[in-house]
């Protein structure tokens, strides 16, 4: 069956010509999200407090890797990954197309690599289940993947190539968002910060900002480690998300003769993405700290350790930049997506690691809900009702 296409075009259009929608966060899903509305013909305004993108979406490494981060008991979460991977080349397409801004998909593939014998016994266990899913994967030799990765360490045993999971520059796609999602009409307000999300008799009314009220029909709540921060949020509809720190490095390459040219997972949760102009990042810790944006010695300690284990020539590379990010984590690792208890009032947070790889759908699914009124089957099992505590029940009589 062929994939529906991503863009949502003249929907209901007499109807998305009188919709008045605010979003609250300019992230990769705030600004997608926002770009396809105004496409469509609303009336959409995106408020962030500071610049678009520079929250988790700027300190992201842009890997569209559903098949490599497959885990077990996440078949629902593996479906939507898989679909807005499938949404992607026409998503990058349409956005270059609209703004003449590349946005540096990559498309060399993924591997996966193990360097002793628990590593390969993990690699083998993933393994097994990609290929239990049906997911399109190969199980290589370590020389295999030397022949792939000439620099990869002699110590590398085996390794698993996923040919289907590239990559983007995350940063080049912000700020091409941003130039398409103001040339298709959207009004975008930086610096400035919602007071409350308004609401009156069960509806949405809009936003208070800077002490004065901006009316809409719709508020999408896109607000990433931010969201459960915003005011006006009834408990029941308020997003259990949570700031879920990492830090991350770029090293340079000559960009003629990289050291890398897939993006390469280590053992521990380490990858390191090539970039087109020569940097090589290297990512991330996962650190329950709230929203401390400090670096740490021992941080890059262990980004760097482990990565060299693997391509050990990243030695003779200089440093290049250094940072933390915030993912917005909820309870399960999975978004959430849909309506509220309040007419007019949708979420779309709460990505996790995968906001950059779920844009496309995040955008599509979204924008549907608000131009027809109907929920996008993708993603009903991420309402936010899955996380509210049944209502007490009276027992029925014996």
């Not at 002699?154 to 091409?176: C, G, M, Y």
């Not at 709540?221 to 005011?231: E, V």
Request: hydrophobic share 40%; aromatic share 6%.
């Amino acid at each position: 069956m062929p994939v529906q296409g991503v863009f949502v075009s003249n929907i209901n259009c007499e109807n998305s010509l009188r919709n008045t929608v605010v979003i609250i966060g300019a992230g990769v899903c705030g600004l997608s999200i926002g770009w396809q509305l105004a496409e469509a013909g609303a009336k959409v305004t995106i408020v962030e407090k500071s610049e678009p993108g520079r929250g988790a979406t700027w300190a992201a490494a842009g890997m569209l890797a559903a098949r490599a981060e497959a885990e077990p008991g996440e078949q629902a979460l593996l479906s939507l990954n898989l679909k807005s991977q499938e949404y992607w080349p026409e998503f990058r397409n349409k956005l270059e197309k609209a703004t003449g801004v590349p946005i540096g998909y990559r498309d060399e593939g993924t591997i996966i690599v193990a360097l002793d014998r628990d590593d390969a016994a993990d690699l083998e266990f993933n393994y097994k289940l990609q290929a239990s899913l049906g997911l399109d994967t190969k199980l290589l030799s370590g020389s295999e993947a030397r022949g792939k990765e000439p620099f990869l360490s002699p110590k590398i045993n085996s390794a698993i190539f996923s040919p289907l999971d590239h990559q983007v520059d995350n940063r080049d796609l912000v700020n091409a968002l941003r130039i398409a999602f103001v040339r298709a009409g959207g009004d975008l307000k930086i610096y400035s910060e919602v007071d409350s999300i308004v609401t009156e008799n069960g509806s949405v009314r809009g936003v208070h900002l800077n002490g004065e009220e901006i009316p809409a029909q719709f508020v999408v709540l896109a607000a990433g480690a931010w969201s459960r921060t915003i005011r006006g949020i009834a408990k029941e509809d308020l997003p259990p998300i949570r700031p879920l720190k990492g830090q991350m490095l770029a090293l340079r390459m000559d960009p003629n003769k990289p050291l890398l040219r897939h993006v390469l997972w280590a053992p521990k949760g380490i990858y390191m993405v090539p970039r087109n102009d020569g940097r090589l990042l290297i990512g991330a810790t996962v650190e329950e700290k709230d929203f401390d944006a400090e670096l740490t010695a021992g941080g890059i300690l262990h980004l760097l350790r482990e990565s060299w284990e693997a391509l050990p020539g990243i030695d003779e590379l200089e440093i290049d930049e250094m940072w933390t990010g915030h993912r917005p984590t909820s309870r399960d690792d999975a978004p959430i997506l849909g309506p509220t208890s309040v007419e007019g009032l949708i979420i779309a947070t709460g990505h996790h690691r995968n906001g950059i790889l779920l844009a496309p759908i995040t955008a599509k699914t979204i924008s549907q809900l608000i131009l027809t009124g109907d929920l996008p089957k993708e993603i009903e099992p991420f309402g936010i009702e899955r996380f509210r505590k049944p209502k007490n029940r009276t027992p029925h009589a014996a």
